[in-house]
Structure formats: C-alpha cells, structure tokens
C-alpha cells in the first residue's frame, strides 16, 4: 500500500508538470469574424546579413515562396477568427536575425473540420539572404517552393496536413541539415537534388512520405530516415551513386526498381562505386511499405 500511494504522488506530480508545460488545446468559443480580414506584414533585415525564422501555422492554408524586394519576408495573412491575427516577433544580435511567425493564440483549435473558418497565409522571402527556416503546420496545406532561396538549415513538421515542398534550381547555400518529422497526412519533396544538403533526418508517421532526389547534385550526402506504419517512397536519380541500408522487419512490403541487393539489407544502384557523387541512406522501417526507384 505504501509503495502504491508513494507511486501514485509521483504519477500526479508528473502529470502535473506536464500540465504546466505542454499547450493543451481548449474548446473555448472563437470570434468569428463577420467579414474576413486581410492584412500584410513586412519584417526587413535590421542590419543583420542572416536570418532564422519560424513559421507556425496550426491550421488551414500556408504558402512559402520566393519574391524580390521584400527586405527579409512578406506575409499576407487572410482569416475570420479573431484569435488567429498572427504574431510576429523579431530579435536581432550582430549579424543574425530571428524572427517568428505564429498563429494566434495556437492553443484554441476547432474540433471539427468548419468550412466557414478562414485562415490563409502567404508568406514570400527575399533572394540572397541565408535562412535558417523552420516551419511547423498541424492540419491544412501547405505549399513550399523554395527555389531561388538561399537555404542554410530548413526542418519541417506535419501533423494532418499534407505539405509539399520544392527545389526546382540548386540552392545557393550549403544546407547543412535537413530535418523532415511527417504526421498522419501526405509529405511530398521534389527536386531534392538541388537542395545541395549535406544531411537529411526524416521520421514518418502514419501517413505517406514521397522524396524526390532528382536535381544537379553537386557533391555526397547522408540520410538517416525513420519511415513510420505509412508508406515511403524514394526516387534516386540513376547518375547518383546510391546505397541503401535497410533494418526491418517482415511486416515492411519492400519494392525496388533500379536496385541490387548486394549483401542482406544493403541494395545500390547500378551507379554506385562508379559515380563522382555518392548517397547514403540508413533506412529503418518497422511497418508499412517502402519503394525504392532509381531510374
């Protein structure tokens, strides 16, 4: 009895502490608006000649792209809900600038899917200026053409929304780390090629995760993927040398096209050992099913 109760003081105490720390969403009512708002926002660089920025979006329709002229970014912000006009903050220390784009309020969420609810951001960055990007998007769209950016660091996360992103030109900027964390929904990456990464981390979740390495590879890569029970699929240019390390279990539907396997668990193309370039892959996969193309 002792030990059960001592155990049990603890669990409230954990329970606790993980009240006061982590947003729990509320049912609180939200202002609907009688006629949507449209505002536009522009932060430039104040002084600084690099950038981290942080964009939240935690529902609806997100859009990232390149426009000339912005200073640093651009927003467009199109919503009806009172609670969601976003927040944005900047610090600047030396040489770097950081700032944070967020919903309002992110806390409040509708629990159903309410049509009549509007939230629409369109968010432009300016060319030449290396960013460190972040960006976070819980359910909705989001549509991210990064061609023409210079892109230092970039990580992604989805929870239900399916997210594309793209690289239709190499990336001006070495990006050190790519980090991709994919939910319930469908993650889609093109060009990824030009993306000119040195290291690429992606967690899956349930839902579906699409690479696309087409591009003009400039030199080796790593990339450490952790599919989830959904399925992934990797497209690998045939001119790249590619091998792929796999850990899993029999419940993983495996298909390869362009791949031999070499030893157990290790498959590589046919330009592998041969190729200027050379791609790494460590792929774990517990559940679901996984494609490899090297075409």
Known sequence: MTRLRRFGSIGVLFFLTLACTIPVPTVEPLTILEAPVEETQAVGLDGATRAEVRLSLLS?????RLNDGVG??????????????????????????????????????????????????????????PIDLGV????????LDLTGLSISALSLTSGKSDL???????????LSTLRVTAGTGHFIASGLGNANFDHLIVTGGTGTVDLDFSGAWTRSALATIRAGAGKITLNVPA???????????????????GFVERVEDEYVNYAYGQATTTFTIDLTAGAGAVKLSSQ
């Open 164 to 174: 594309t992103v793209s690289f239709l030109i190499p990336n001006p900027e070495p």
């Open 72 to 129: 640093l970014l651009q927003g467009w912000f199109h919503y009806n809900v009172a609670e969601w006009k976003p927040q944005i903050k900047q610090t600047t220390k030396d040489s770097l600038t950081q700032v944070t784009v967020n919903q309002g309020i992110g806390s409040q969420i509708p629990l159903g899917q309410d049509d009549t609810l509007v939230n629409e951001w369109e968010v432009w960055f300016e060319r030449g200026v």
């Open 239 to 257: 001119t790249v040398g590619t091998r792929v390390k796999l850990s899993s279990t029999p419940a993983v539907l495996l298909e390869s096209n």
């Open 60 to 64: 609806r329709r997100l859009v990232v």
């Open 136 to 143: 976070n998007v819980g359910s909705g769209t989001a549509q």
